[in-house]
């Protein structure tokens, strides 16, 4: 146990980059992250077991540099990789094609957000209050935090359901982390959430095309 809380401290050092020390719980959340998305972008089933470990290493990583929206996201994704797992394997390989939520949906999806980012930026903010021997610091960025998780949770479920929208959501949710993990100096997290926003990019652009292209062929 003590090797565990040795080896995932953001302070055990792994190797350094242009001066900047990186650890080894960065270094393995960062890089099965970056292992998850390639995998997942060639529809193989290891990204979720991947995909498990990785929400491991970032909950501990998160908690570490009082980033708590992002630490309780951790859970999310892992009950969500166990999930996407499970049907995976039991999939019958239909294919749904790629949809648009529409204008009221999108306009419900914008207010359950700000909805959802409130209430856990408020839930958040008090949790040193309500557990101060386990946060002892209280957390940064409370409202931009919140936001990503809320947003994170959307849109991983807008993508399983094959929802134009998921795409555009993680660009959003990509900046943000991009700017909240410069912020907060951890350099290797953010260059792998630079990689993510390219690919959302990517995934935006050819969602649309395979999306309109239906959309044509239907009319």
């Not at 080896?7 to 001066?19: A, D, M, Q, R």
């Amino acid at each position: 146990m003590t090797d565990f809380f040795l080896y995932g401290s953001i302070e055990f050092p792994l190797f350094s980059v242009f001066g900047y020390t990186i650890s080894l719980i960065e270094f393995l959340g960062t890089s099965s992250g970056l292992v998850c998305v390639y995998l997942a972008s060639r529809n193989h089933i290891l990204t979720w077991p991947i995909g498990i470990f990785n929400s491991i290493c970032f909950f501990f990583l998160f908690f570490q540099i009082q980033l708590y929206s992002d630490m309780l996201l951790q859970i999310y994704f892992f009950g969500s990789s166990i999930y996407g797992w499970y049907v995976w394997r039991k999939r019958t390989g239909a294919y749904i094609k790629i949809q648009s939520l529409g204008k009221i949906k999108n306009l419900v999806l914008v207010f359950v957000i700000l909805c959802g980012t409130y209430f856990l930026g408020e839930t958040t903010s008090r949790l040193p209050l309500w557990f101060p021997q386990v946060f002892v610091k209280p957390p940064e960025f409370l409202y931009w935090d919140a936001f990503t998780t809320v947003a994170s949770i959307i849109a991983n479920f807008l993508l399983a359901q094959r929802k134009l929208e998921s795409w555009f959501l993680w660009v959003f949710v990509d900046v943000v982390c991009i700017t909240i993990y410069s912020l907060k100096e951890i350099p290797f997290v953010t260059l792998e959430y630079i990689v993510f926003l390219l690919i959302a990019f990517y995934g935006c652009y050819h969602w649309y095309k395979e999306y309109k292209l239906h959309s044509n062929g239907n009319q």
